[in-house]
């Protein structure tokens, strides 16, 4: 009995004890800095209600542009509690990016398998195909295989390595390319485009001011730097061969677009042609030309199109005539921006202000902007075209004067600098939720990759500013992607732009930007001094289009024999049958060409 008191004395110690310490763990410990693990993994999944922020935001009727500022105003407050009504913790990113790190194994587990989401989600498998994780091969030593090969006496395992992905690069004399590049002062007369060249062509280093962007990889590229991006690009690729006779493809190192943008302005036709009819003497005279006839060569443009196809010899008439010349009809185009009614130019991203060196700097970034706030439902960031009878960028402006609440413009006119500020604009679009892409100039803009990169979703107004053009990088189910909205019936103030996006269900545009930001590694040019792993970036899948353009020309010279005219319904639906969409490319010979003068 004696011993059994003593014993529960002892008990009553005990949870004494344990009570005291209960009380003061409760009362002393601040548990949430023990507790980042739930409220972290919950953010890599877009989770963010835009709707709810936005209305937030347009509450708080701030129109200033002070998100990724960190400053944390009243009106962040008001955003961050009504997410969904807790304290933000992922508002500090350094803090973030620092906590995921250390929690990378945890999270994995958590995070979506962009990969193996991409297989479920898309229907149009051939174009899904393309971009899937590069091949083992790729990844082989080449060296030790020609070693081992040599020693089997036959390059057949090499072969399968590279087999049918073999490219010659032209040497070309130095005035084709880099002389050029000695001329970047007369690129632009309003702009010295020769810091542009920095950086093997992407331009000077951004850095990260404002935290708009991520730690490395974004620079100021010049819309017009492509053409010395992808050559540099070119200098990486894993199967380039000296031997011209294995080559499935011939690239044509050749600064198309820097050397016209020379003289497009006041220069005679004879001065805008010179250096192209120069090139095409020198390709017809070369070995490499007689085997196929140019058919497996091909050259990249970095303007749009409408600079390289003047058909007539007048003074007045606009570009030069490069892509009309016997010999470039027979070779393969890729450019910016692609005519209807040709099929002998592909369409290829813009280069954005973004170049990843691996593929962690790509899911940083992508990370980044599915985390953002998005204050406003759609934006424009561009100028009117007071001389442009068909434009509808007065309707788009107007559009978005009418809803200030809603809408954010960047107007672009009057000289205004802060559109060619890659931060203001990029600002922009992550802090917006559509961002409107109408013609400019011409059908494409540079600002629909930077809008995709912002994880801002494009509307379209014509089917030729991206659905017909980039059908090596876009998939063809544009509605996953963008929101298309007929530029007729802006035109005749038929539409509300504002209702039609409003009307979009929030988880509609969940998965749209999901869509969108699993595009991304496809639409950048990776930095040319170093490599992807895992991801095909524009670069990788116009390579691969090539390539099979080149397949497919190689076995069937028939195949192009249908009216050109009809060749971006041929392209885009296999078919030259009657499409509704046909009077947005009506053929005309004097199809007014227009002038590109304008960034915006
Ligand atoms: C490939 O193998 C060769 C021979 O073993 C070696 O010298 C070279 O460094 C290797 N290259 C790479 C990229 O691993
Ligand atoms: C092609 O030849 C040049 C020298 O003429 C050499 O530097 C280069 O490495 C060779 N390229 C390949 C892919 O063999
Ligand atoms: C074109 O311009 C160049 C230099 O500006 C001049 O030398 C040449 O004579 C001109 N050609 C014609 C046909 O006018
Ligand atoms: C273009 O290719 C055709 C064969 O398809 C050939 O007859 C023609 O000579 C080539 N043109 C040039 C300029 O080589
Ligand atoms: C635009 O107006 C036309 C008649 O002018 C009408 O048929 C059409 O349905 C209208 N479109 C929209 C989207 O309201
Ligand atoms: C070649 O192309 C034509 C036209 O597209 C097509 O009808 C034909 O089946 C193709 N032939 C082969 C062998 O692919």
Avoid at 421 to 448: A, E, H, W
Avoid at 500 to 526: C, D, F, G, H
Wanted: net charge positive.
């Amino acid at each position: 009995m004696d011993n059994l008191s003593r014993y529960r004395g002892k008990i009553w110690l005990v949870l004494c004890l344990f009570f005291v310490c209960w009380y003061f763990v409760i009362h002393n410990v601040k548990w949430y800095k023990f507790s980042p693990p739930t409220t972290v993994f919950r953010r890599p999944v877009d989770d963010i209600d835009s709707t709810t922020t936005y209305l937030a935001a347009a509450r708080s009727g701030n129109d200033d542009e002070k998100q990724g500022g960190g400053g944390g105003g009243s009106d962040e407050k008001t955003n961050l509690v009504s997410i969904d009504g807790e304290i933000d913790w992922v508002h500090d990113e350094a803090q973030v990016r620092a906590l995921e790190k250390e929690l990378e194994p945890v999270l994995q587990k958590f995070k979506p398998k962009p990969m193996e989401k991409k297989k479920q989600a898309v229907i149009d498998k051939e174009f899904e195909d393309e971009r899937k994780p590069k091949p083992k091969e790729r990844r082989v030593n080449e060296t030790l295989i020609d070693r081992v090969a040599e020693q089997m006496g036959g390059t057949l395992t090499r072969r399968s390595a590279c087999s049918g992905r073999y490219i010659y690069v032209h040497k070309l004399p130095s005035r084709f390319n880099d002389d050029i590049l000695e001329d970047c002062r007369s690129f632009n007369k309003w702009q010295d485009m020769c810091p542009s060249i920095d950086n093997m062509g992407l331009g000077p280093k951004l850095g990260n001011p404002q935290r708009v962007f991520s730690k490395s990889g974004w620079y100021s590229t010049n819309q017009f730097l492509l053409e010395v991006i992808f050559r540099n690009r070119m200098k990486q690729y894993e199967c380039l061969t000296n031997d011209s006779s294995i080559a499935s493809a011939v690239y044509v190192p050749y600064y198309a677009g820097l050397d016209v943008s020379r003289y497009l302005f006041d220069h005679n036709t004879s001065s805008r042609d010179a250096l192209s009819l120069d090139l095409a003497e020198w390709l017809h005279g070369r070995p490499e030309w007689k085997t196929r006839s140019g058919k497996d060569h091909f050259l990249v443009a970095g303007r749009i199109i409408w600079d390289f196809r003047r058909e007539i010899d007048d003074d007045d008439a606009w570009g030069n005539k490069l892509m009309v010349l016997p010999e470039l009809k027979n070779m393969t185009i890729l450019t910016i921006e692609k005519s209807p009614w040709h099929n002998d130019d592909f369409g290829i991203p813009y280069p954005t202000y973004f170049h990843p060196r691996n593929d962690n700097e790509i899911v940083e970034w992508q990370n980044k902007i599915k985390r953002q706030k998005r204050r406003s439902l759609f934006c424009f960031a561009g100028a009117p075209r007071p001389k442009m009878e068909d434009s509808i960028r007065n309707e788009i402006i107007e559009q978005c004067v009418a809803s200030p609440r809603k809408c954010r413009l960047l107007q672009c006119s009057y000289g205004n600098l802060r559109c060619q500020q890659p931060v203001d604009v990029m600002k922009l679009f992550q802090s917006s939720i559509f961002c409107l892409q109408p013609p400019g100039d011409s059908y494409t803009r540079r600002s629909t990759f930077d809008s995709i990169l912002a994880g801002c979703i494009p509307v379209f107004f014509n089917p030729g500013s991206a659905y017909i053009q980039y059908l090596w990088h876009l998939p063809r189910e544009f509605e996953k992607y963008s929101v298309f909205i007929d530029e007729d019936d802006v035109k005749v103030k038929n539409v509300s732009i504002d209702k039609i996006l409003s009307r979009i269900s929030t988880k509609k545009v969940s998965e749209m930007r999901e869509k969108i930001i699993e595009l991304i590694p496809n639409l950048v040019y990776a930095d040319p001094r170093s490599k992807l792993e895992k991801f095909n970036d524009a670069f990788d899948l116009s390579v691969k289009g090539v390539l099979k353009r080149m397949d497919y020309l190689s076995k069937n010279t028939s195949s192009l024999d249908f009216d050109q005219k009809f060749s971006w319904k041929y392209l885009l639906f296999g078919s030259v049958q009657n499409h509704k969409w046909d009077r947005y490319f009506r053929y005309s010979m004097n199809h007014k060409v227009k002038k590109q003068t304008e960034m915006f």
